[in-house]
T-cell receptor, first 111, second 115 residues
Framework: NAGVTQTPKFQVLKTGQSMTLQCAQD?????MYWYRQDPGMGLRLIYY???????DKGEVPNGYNVSRLNKREFSLRLESAAPSQTSVYFC??????????FGPGTRLTVL | AQSVTQLDSQVPVFEEAPVELRCNYS??????LFWYVQYPNQGLQLLLK??????LVESINGFEAEFNKSQTSFHLRKPSVHISDTAEYFC?????????????FGAGTRLAVHP
């Protein structure tokens, strides 16, 4: 039982490049989330998926897209990376009426 | 809109001393409250949660938090800290109408326990 896994662990991009962050969970959770963590700002919700087939914007969705590929997988895409997207990205999942479980994070640097 | 304020960005403390990490929230609706802990280079782990019932909630490693509705606070306390408690602690709130779908986090408090 791996919980929530994220790939890659680290990534360096140049401005304008695109990439997809992958997230998978093996806990049969319905809901999945993407957050970004910046110093002094805590975690901010980018997008979430309450259930398979649905996605909704969170607090800071601009510059990102998501895909809920199936119940297990929820990916985050940066179409044209900008230095302001340098951050640590966390994926999380939960059952209805239960706490969120977090992955280990992806540290992204955009030059 | 909901918000969470963690009043201290850093708290240094000596081993075996008591500690309190402060958290205040604002919301116009009933809320669920959480404390998460993040050890260096790791993801977040749930430390404890208030959903309903007793206003005092406890974790398995000696932390406790008390929900105070009148003061809109959910402060985290431990009577005697260990070196291993060194981590960043995040307070979070979710409104009951939305269930757990949206967590609003505070900026975090970095607890540094010194020998």
């Amino acid at each position: 039982n791996a919980g929530v896994t994220q790939t890659p662990k680290f990534q360096v991009l140049k401005t304008g490049q695109s990439m997809t962050l992958q997230c998978a969970q093996d806990m049969n959770h319905n809901s999945m989330y993407w957050y970004r963590q910046d110093p002094g700002m805590g975690l901010r919700l980018i997008y979430y998926s309450a259930s398979e087939g649905t996605t909704d914007k969170g607090e800071v969705p601009n510059g990102y897209n998501v895909s809920r590929l199936n119940k297990r997988e929820f990916s985050l895409r940066l179409e044209s990376a900008a230095p302001s997207q340098t951050s640590v990205y966390f994926c999380a999942s939960s059952l209805p009426g239960s706490e969120q479980f977090f992955g280990p994070g992806t540290r992204l640097t955009v030059l | 809109a909901q918000s969470v304020t963690q009043l201290d960005s850093q708290v240094p403390v000596f081993e075996e001393a008591p500690v309190e990490l402060r958290c205040n929230y604002s919301s116009s609706v009933s809320v669920y409250l959480f404390w998460y802990v993040q050890y260096p280079n790791q993801g977040l782990q749930l430390l404890l949660k208030y959903l309903s019932g007793s206003t005092l909630v406890e974790s398995i490693n000696g932390f406790e938090a008390e929900f105070n509705k009148s003061q809109t606070s959910f402060h985290l306390r431990k009577p005697s800290v260990h070196i291993s408690d060194t981590a960043e602690y995040f307070c979070a709130v979710s409104d009951q109408s939305g269930g757990y779908n949206k967590l609003i986090f505070g900026a975090g408090t970095r607890l540094a326990v010194h020998p």
